[in-house]
């Protein structure tokens, strides 16, 4: 029965995906061409850039090509949808280096108010080598080696002889970087074991202040302050550990007193 019902959400799941991809393409022109299969032969890159943001978070929250990149969705024709669009190149783009920061932070404000806070914003600003959003986030990206992204980011300014005699910190943020994502794969199996055990005690509340306080560490990497994330990262991890520990053993017992009922 249970396999029954995990079908069927697979099933409707992908329905609903469906239908809500079909009633944006009826509403929106960048859709439609973009996901034409005789567009990938005149326009490959731009082809893959749509099927890159089909998987994305921006498709999850219903952001269209034109809620970054500016033109006329409603638009039939390709002259008129581009009415508008400007090279990200271009100082008017919304895209520009130096603009993305405003036009990332509409939707990202706890990251754009903590990336504002940066050294790197403030480099940006005065027209120096610093990273802005897509510079460590390709904007459709979900994929795996995001973090290598990150990091191939750090190392390209932060190396040995640059220009500005910046740290050599890239290892340093790597491992921070991994601290981070063992946290969230501790808090993650944590939330499953005590939920699907209907929370017992205060379980509930401390997952969910341990989230909240995971959330805001995560949010305060885009101000780059190295010590105090590695600092926060450390600490939360501590916790993470005895937590999960306690609910590994909640587990085992329950194995051993009732088996058949896990």
Same mark, same amino acid.
């Given at each position: 029965?249970?396999?029954?019902?995990?079908?069927?959400?697979?099933?409707?799941?992908?329905?609903?995906?469906?239908?809500?991809?079909?009633?944006?393409?009826?509403?929106?022109?960048?859709?439609?061409?973009?996901?034409?299969?005789?567009?990938?032969?005149?326009?490959?890159?731009?082809?893959?850039?749509?099927?890159?943001?089909?998987?994305?978070?921006?498709?999850?929250?219903?952001?269209?090509?034109?809620?970054?990149?500016?033109?006329?969705?409603?638009?039939?024709?390709?002259? $008129?949808?581009?009415?508008?669009?400007?090279?990200?190149?271009?100082?008017?783009?919304?895209?520009?280096?130096?603009?993305?920061?405003?036009?990332? $932070? !509409?939707?990202?404000?706890?990251? !754009?108010?903590?990336?504002?806070?940066?050294?790197?914003?403030?480099?940006?600003?005065?027209?120096?080598?610093?990273?802005?959003?897509?510079?460590?986030?390709?904007?459709?990206?979900?994929?795996?080696?995001?973090?290598?992204?990150?990091?191939?980011?750090?190392?390209?300014?932060?190396?040995?002889?640059?220009?500005?005699?910046?740290?050599?910190?890239?290892?340093?943020?790597?491992?921070?970087?991994? !601290?981070?994502?063992?946290? $969230?794969?501790?808090?993650?199996?944590?939330?499953?074991?005590?939920?699907?055990?209907?929370?017992?005690?205060?379980?509930?509340?401390?997952?969910?202040?341990?989230?909240?306080?995971? !959330?805001?560490?995560?949010?305060?990497?885009?101000?780059?302050?190295?010590?105090?994330?590695?600092?926060?990262?450390?600490?939360?991890?501590?916790?993470?550990?005895?937590?999960?520990?306690?609910?590994?053993?909640?587990?085992?017992?329950?194995?051993?007193?009732?088996?058949?009922?896990?």
């Amino acid at each position: 029965m249970p396999r029954n019902r995990l079908a069927l959400g697979l099933v409707l799941t992908s329905l609903s995906l469906l239908l809500s991809l079909s009633a944006q393409s009826a509403e929106n022109s960048c859709i439609e061409c973009h996901q034409d299969p005789d567009f990938y032969a005149r326009y490959p890159k731009l082809h893959d850039y749509y099927q890159q943001w089909l998987a994305s978070p921006h498709n999850q929250s219903s952001i269209t090509c034109n809620d970054c990149h500016g033109g006329n969705a409603s638009a039939t024709s390709m002259t $008129g949808a581009h009415s508008g669009v400007l090279p990200m190149n271009d100082k008017s783009s919304t895209l520009y280096y130096q603009t993305q920061p405003e036009t990332c $932070g !509409q939707c990202h404000r706890p990251k !754009q108010r903590q990336f504002l806070q940066s050294k790197h914003y403030a480099a940006l600003m005065d027209h120096r080598a610093a990273p802005t959003c897509t510079t460590c986030h390709p904007a459709m990206s979900r994929r795996p080696e995001l973090r290598n992204i990150v990091l191939n980011a750090c190392r390209n300014c932060h190396s040995e002889g640059n220009s500005e005699n910046l740290p050599l910190i890239a290892d340093r943020a790597e491992s921070v970087f991994k !601290q981070l994502n063992i946290a $969230g794969g501790l808090l993650g199996w944590t939330r499953i074991h005590y939920e699907s055990h209907e929370w017992p005690g205060d379980s509930e509340e401390r997952v969910r202040e341990l989230e909240t306080r995971y !959330q805001k560490i995560v949010d305060k990497v885009h101000q780059f302050d190295l010590q105090q994330t590695e600092d926060s990262a450390t600490a939360i991890l501590v916790e993470l550990r005895e937590t999960f520990d306690a609910a590994r053993r909640s587990h085992e017992q329950r194995t051993v007193e009732d088996p058949d009922n896990l």
